[in-house]
């Protein structure tokens, strides 16, 4: 076991920006009503002046503001780890490994653009923000960061985590953020990311104190995140690699897979491996089509893989990546053969879990569990084929508070879907 | 915010044993029935010879043997981090800094004497542990460290924190613990540690298979936690600084407190401090005598600060600091006026941990944050005489499976005892 840590003074102090270094341009939102491409003021209800730059910047680096990086650097850079014990147990030639994004405030990546997020919107002289949360890590994200900046923060939580994830709503709670339960509407349905989005922007919309928060999807909410693939190849370096032959991250939104992966996608020989679940196969069974983010169609459509804004998926216990859709940069990058996409049931997905629990010490969330069990798999792959690949994939959050799922798990109650 | 990373190369490779440096030799345990000092073969039922070697040892220095180390590298060295918006927020002149164990398995510095002493039963032939857990950190640390060995390990969990921390129960059995209330003979008792310890020893003294293990109190487990402080003084130099002014830890049976402050005692104007709960206020108000580790009366007498053995401290959320004894080593130091002690109801301690989730991002374990508040009150002291004093206080766990004691602190449920 090695882990590398950058030295404080390493911190990316700009983020990459893959936008312009597409081959070709993206496709751009359409209004949800007129099915016109959108402009600023369509988006400046939502979100600050700032932010809607970033989402269509053509400048290939966009610095982080000081601000930012003081309140980054409580946590960053995190370790790159070797997984020198997997890899011995594995027996395999590969060289495995993570990011650890798990020392987070939040215990995940999320902070990473909650952080930014908060900053811009204090700067227009927003004091409030709106957001929704699946698994519970980007509301406890944004609680965190807008108590940096003295913000309100009020969380519509998708009702059956809301009922099942008591911690997460307290941890949210210990930074002042307001949780409440989504639907508001309907007491009595389990609610999905897509309703608790239109509850989210339908409460932004209608107060002037007001902005929304996204966790995901959105270009400029990737492009925070590419701190975690810049620093990793940094690290990689440090560790006397060259490039990774792999990289691999789970994928809902595409947020911690953009992250990581980005950075990467000019060099060309890299394979980029996003990993969703089964049970909601958005990249290897959805179409490529404009749709809406939620579930009212409220929100500007964008092109996107997509099961359908409708689509309620099955109570899966990684929250973090039950979403209908997924981001338009991800998307394309997978559509035109950039990025491979490969779907686990989650069976397979804890028996992953359980093993790098008990080699590596690490009790992960089960979003980054879809990353080591294909971590393992094309390790094992590699003891078959004798090479030696350097793998890098995404540590994304540990499971302190996704205890219950492996309760399921090793008492024969998880539905192996 | 600065932390600071030891390189792995400069992980310790030898514990350091307080024994043979105190000012005059400790008096020993003495056997429960006899009352004569117990010698090796009294311990022999329970422990192996290479930990009842070190209970007693006056070798200065122990060897870590490699296979411990090559399991403490997993998260170890640890960082030693510098709380500077804490300090900008206090506005002390005070330089505050804290060593981090929260990032082990267990989620607590609990692991650095669980692998040694899983390690040294295995060498001697035995395949299976029984333990007691209050908080449930210390099983937890215990189930992680049999694993490493295919080893077998029976917890008895306070039935309080059974009933009420289920996380904890499911994280000891994600690393193959068998966990049961205790006590096992009177399922309506809430139970103690000195209930667990007498369950936890009955079983291995009638299997011949299995030992026992303790996770404080006894030399050799606050030897093991020396590595603590051992890497606090490399990292202050790294940081520039010579010796801290005061060092400060929460302290139950002492092993956290022993493990960062033993280091410092030979160290003359180092400041050591203990802080514990007023409601079980050991060594700020228990008597020096000799007494039984456990409730039944099983255990070898040790001379120490005790509340008796019959002590049944009330139900506060700092489960770790719930004993009615202490380290002898500690109650020496105490005694002798080497180390000062100072105990805080519940409340300003949990006023402390918010402060500080909200300022560094942590959301502090029960037991780490009665630390917190001493290191708090320490720095506001030095704003009064405008010292610049050195700081450093053991951030010794998360509280991740701890939420539901901020949740009773925020809604006014919090009993301040």
Same mark, same amino acid.
């Given at each position: 076991?090695?882990?590398?840590?950058?030295?404080?003074?390493?911190?990316?102090?700009?983020?990459?920006?893959?936008?312009?270094?597409?081959?070709?341009?993206?496709?751009?939102?359409?209004?949800?009503?007129?099915?016109?491409?959108?402009?600023?003021?369509?988006?400046?209800?939502?979100?600050?002046?700032?932010?809607?730059?970033?989402?269509?910047?053509?400048?290939?680096?966009?610095?982080?503001?000081?601000?930012?990086?003081?309140?980054?650097?409580?946590?960053?850079?995190?370790?790159?780890?070797?997984?020198?014990?997997?890899?011995?147990?594995?027996?395999?030639?590969?060289? /495995?490994?993570?990011?650890?994004?798990?020392?987070?405030?939040?215990?995940?990546?999320?902070?990473?653009?909650?952080?930014?997020?908060?900053?811009?919107?204090?700067?227009?002289?927003?004091?409030?923000?709106?957001?929704?949360?699946?698994?519970?890590?980007?509301?406890?994200?944004?609680?965190?960061?807008?108590?940096?900046?003295?913000?309100?923060?009020?969380?519509?939580?998708?009702?059956? !985590?809301?009922?099942?994830?008591?911690?997460?709503?307290?941890?949210?709670?210990?930074?002042?953020?307001?949780?409440?339960?989504?639907?508001?509407?309907?007491?009595? !349905?389990?609610? #999905?990311?897509?309703?608790?989005?239109?509850?989210?922007?339908?409460?932004?919309?209608?107060?002037?104190?007001?902005?929304?928060?996204?966790?995901?999807?959105?270009? &400029?909410?990737?492009?925070?995140?590419?701190?975690?693939?810049?620093?990793?190849?940094?690290?990689?370096?440090?560790?006397?690699?060259?490039?990774?032959?792999?990289?691999?991250?789970?994928?809902?939104?595409?947020?911690?897979?953009?992250?990581?992966?980005?950075?990467?996608?000019?060099?060309?020989?890299?394979?980029?491996?996003?990993?969703?679940?089964?049970?909601?196969?958005?990249?290897?069974?959805?179409?490529?089509?404009?749709?809406?983010?939620?579930?009212?169609?409220?929100?500007?459509?964008?092109?996107?893989?997509?099961?359908?804004?409708?689509?309620?998926?099955?109570? /899966?216990?990684?929250?973090?990546?039950?979403? &209908?859709?997924? #981001?338009?940069?991800? #998307?394309?990058?997978?559509?035109?053969?950039?990025?491979?996409?490969?779907?686990?049931?989650?069976?397979?997905?804890?028996?992953?879990?359980?093993?790098?629990?008990?080699?590596?010490?690490?009790?992960?969330?089960?979003?980054?569990?879809?990353?080591?069990?294909?971590?393992?798999?094309?390790?094992?792959?590699?003891?078959?084929?004798?090479?030696?690949?350097?793998?890098?994939?995404?540590?994304?959050?540990?499971?302190?508070?996704?205890?219950?799922?492996?309760?399921?798990?090793? &008492?024969?109650?998880?539905?192996?879907?």
């Amino acid at each position: 076991m090695a882990r590398f840590h950058l030295p404080p003074e390493q911190l990316p102090t700009a983020w990459f920006n893959l936008l312009p270094r597409l081959d070709s341009p993206l496709d751009p939102p359409l209004h949800p009503a007129t099915r016109e491409p959108v402009g600023p003021d369509d988006l400046a209800p939502l979100f600050p002046m700032a932010l809607i730059q970033q989402e269509m910047s053509p400048e290939p680096w966009i610095d982080i503001p000081g601000e930012v990086l003081d309140i980054l650097r409580l946590w960053r850079p995190t370790p790159l780890v070797r997984a020198e014990r997997l890899e011995a147990a594995l027996d395999t030639p590969a060289r /495995i490994y993570f990011k650890d994004e798990s020392g987070s405030p939040a215990g995940s990546h999320k902070p990473n653009t909650a952080v930014p997020q908060a900053f811009y919107n204090k700067q227009e002289g927003i004091n409030r923000l709106t957001t929704e949360t699946g698994a519970g890590q980007w509301g406890t994200a944004l609680s965190f960061a807008t108590r940096q900046f003295d913000m309100e923060c009020k969380v519509y939580m998708v009702r059956a !985590s809301y009922d099942q994830k008591p911690y997460r709503k307290i941890m949210m709670e210990v930074w002042g953020g307001e949780v409440v339960a989504s639907p508001i509407d309907d007491p009595d !349905s389990p609610g #999905s990311l897509g309703t608790a989005i239109t509850d989210a922007v339908r409460d932004a919309v209608t107060r002037d104190d007001s902005h929304y928060s996204l966790g995901s999807v959105l270009n &400029h909410v990737l492009l925070h995140q590419t701190i975690i693939g810049l620093e990793a190849k940094e690290q990689l370096r440090m560790a006397g690699e060259d490039l990774p032959d792999v990289v691999i991250a789970p994928c809902g939104g595409g947020s911690n897979l953009g992250g990581l992966s980005f950075p990467f996608v000019p060099d060309e020989g890299v394979r980029l491996v996003a990993v969703e679940p089964a049970s909601c196969p958005t990249l290897t069974e959805g179409s490529f089509e404009y749709d809406f983010g939620d579930s009212a169609g409220m929100t500007p459509l964008l092109p996107m893989f997509t099961l359908g804004h409708d689509f309620m998926p099955p109570s /899966i216990h990684a929250g973090g990546l039950r979403y &209908h859709g997924d #981001s338009p940069i991800v #998307s394309k990058l997978v559509k035109e053969g950039r990025m491979e996409a490969i779907a686990y049931p989650q069976g397979k997905v804890f028996d992953a879990a359980i093993q790098f629990a008990n080699i590596e010490g690490k009790v992960a969330a089960p979003e980054a569990a879809h990353a080591i069990r294909v971590a393992i798999d094309e390790a094992l792959a590699c003891k078959e084929s004798g090479e030696a690949k350097v793998i890098l994939f995404n540590y994304c959050g540990h499971g302190h508070l996704d205890l219950a799922a492996y309760d399921d798990y090793l &008492h024969g109650r998880l539905i192996d879907a």
